[in-house]
């Protein structure tokens, strides 16, 4: 017999709030009031959960007539991402089909992540808040049970996974202010706000959200590159378009905002004998280890890497600068020998183009050691209507811009 939906969905979602609660994410009354009440089911009838298959990653469609409503429900209720869209394109729901290696583009994040969030946004209640990434709603709905619908503005830049999200929140009672659109641009009608928080990621703070935040508000947002994440960050915001905050987890990752996603291409391939070689005792794992991956995409906003044999078979790190052709290849240096000998750890790197990413780099990590390697919770940023600088310690120490374009207010990237 199929379990009885409402009651299914109760006693698992109080099951949720327990274990949110317990693991020190959902701290407060009102927020935990909210995760009791809001049933997350309805904002993901449908959805692709990520499987353990090996190889290329893999999600599997769940619904409840493929998957059974009892098991629908325990993953609705699971602390897992749970992905809607793929690729910018809607799903065929008629049949669907295990999906690889695709690129996420819409979920219901993390609820761990979801109520770590709210939690930092330190709302009270009264307060105006906007959201960039309505995605499925449920953060949404959470926020209009906190501070009631009227308070909350809601922005999504597709207009499928908007409607989506306007079904939902209505089905559950709740009609806060939907907006279709770029939130980068913020919602300038239903400025100012007392908190702006982004629930997809940004390569720099847009200044709409300075602009529209009121002296005194916060702006949370997870920045990234198209390296990785950065972390999450939490902005004070002044006058005169001014804001600064810390990062205060370098862990949460979100999917970047559509409109600031890396260029298609990765670039071109620099031919064997492209750049100028020289030594580094810097290889490829600086770009994946936490805290000198964290600083490498500081110091090179505009690359991204991959490893591929060169013709000869050489394994090889690729990092290209989209922005500007700029390249550097790295590769183990040749042992003298063929007995293993230190010589194993130091590496080659070639360089090309208008910036020496490679020295960049290097720089970069000189100055992340000689502070003690710190975790990305010493860094902060400071945004200007001029540039937007992440700064290691305090906002003179040393630091690094963030690629703002022109035409949000910045210099060339
Ligand atoms: C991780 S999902 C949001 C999760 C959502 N808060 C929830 O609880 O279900 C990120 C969403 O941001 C949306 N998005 C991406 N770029 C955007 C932009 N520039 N403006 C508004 N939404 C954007 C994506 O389409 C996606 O639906």
Known sequence: MAPDVDSTATRLRHQ?????????????????????????HEFVRRF??????????????VTPELSGVKEWLQRAYADETLVTQFGGREIDWNDPKPISGAHPTSSSTLPALVVRMLEELQVHDGMKVLEIGTGTGYSTALMCHRLA???????ETD??????????????????RLVVGDGLAGDPEGAPYDRTIATCGVRHVPCAWVRQTRPGGLILATLRGWMRSLG????????????????????PSFMIARQQDAPESLGVIPAPDDGISRSTPYGPDVLTSAGSGFV???????????????????PCTYVLNATDESFAVLTRKTPKNNEENEEWEEWNVRQGGPVALWDVVEN????????????PTEFGITVTAEDQRVWLGSPDGPNWRLPVPAEAGGGPE
């Open 16 to 40: 949720l709030t327990a274990r949110l609660a317990d693991d020190g994410w959902l701290r407060s009354p009102a927020w935990r009031a909210a995760v009791e009440s809001v049933p997350r």
């Open 48 to 61: 692709y959960r990520e499987t353990d298959a090996p190889g290329l990653t893999t999600w599997a469609p």
């Open 149 to 155: 619908p009227g308070r909350v503005t809601s922005i």
């Open 159 to 176: 207009p499928d996974v908007a409607a989506r999200a306007r079904d939902a929140l209505n089905r559950c009672g709740y009609a806060p």
């Open 232 to 251: 999450l960050v939490r902005l004070t915001v002044g006058h005169d378009e001014r804001a600064e905050g810390r990062f205060i987890a370098g862990d």
């Open 296 to 314: 490498a995409q500081l110091a090179m906003p505009g690359a991204r890497f991959f490893s591929m044999p060169a013709d000869d078979g050489t």
């Open 364 to 375: 970069a990590l000189g100055a992340w050691r000689a502070a003690g390697s710190p975790m």
